[in-house]
């Protein structure tokens, strides 16, 4: 497959697209209710992980770094805006973490901290395909790819797994969050 058949695939195209979306939706978190938020999510995610094991895999075509566009700040900002909506829905039990296998105590994650590290690969991988330059995009969908493999494919899961709980077992007061 030529490197230019992979940037413009339609299982990369497909990805584009729903990570774009995905990115968009988490930036205007604080726009919607608790309720609204959790729901969507529910359903941006499994697309985004289905399209995520759909990317090529090939290798990259420079050994530079790419670049990020997701600064601390910005981080920092989406992360307490999804845990204002989630509020005492942030905090979730986990035990696919590696200190767990040493650990008889539960280890406690953030829902808002697993959307915010998700973001911030998906939307360094949105900021360089919209560069335009064909490495460069080649490039971003295979770290994307490696990303996804090595830590937020898990993170969407686990984090899933958390908005099903936050949805169908805790009451989501919409009165309270409008």
């Known amino acids: 497959m030529e490197k230019e058949d992979i940037v413009f695939s339609r299982n990369t195209v ?3 697209t729903v990570a774009a979306e995905f990115c968009a939706y ?34 990259k075509i420079n050994d530079d770094e790419l670049e990020d ?4 700040d910005s981080y920092e900002v989406l992360r307490m805006n999804i845990f204002d909506i989630l509020a005492e ?3 979730y039990l986990d035990v696919f ?14 829902i808002s901290e697993d959307i915010a590290d998700i973001y911030q690969d998906i939307k360094n991988f949105v900021c360089l ?10 490039d971003a969908i295979i770290e994307c790819r490696e990303h996804f493999e090595q830590y937020w494919g ?19 007061d919409d009165e309270r969050e409008e």
């Not at 898990?154 to 989501?172: E, G």
């Open 89 to 91: 829905n942030d905090a």
């Open 129 to 138: 395909f919209q560069i335009g330059i064909n490495e460069t995009m080649h």
């Open 97 to 110: 973490v590696a200190e767990m296998k040493y650990s008889d105590t539960p280890v406690t994650k953030r």
């Open 69 to 72: 566009f997701v600064t601390e």
């Open 26 to 59: 988490v930036e205007q978190a604080n726009e919607h209710t608790c309720k609204e938020f959790v729901e969507t999510l529910l359903k941006l995610l499994p697309l985004l992980y289905i399209k995520a094991q759909m990317l090529p895999n090939d290798e």
């Open 14 to 16: 497909e990805f584009v």
């Open 154 to 172: 898990q993170t969407l899961v686990n984090t899933l797994r958390a908005l099903h709980d936050v949805r169908y077992s805790t009451n989501i």
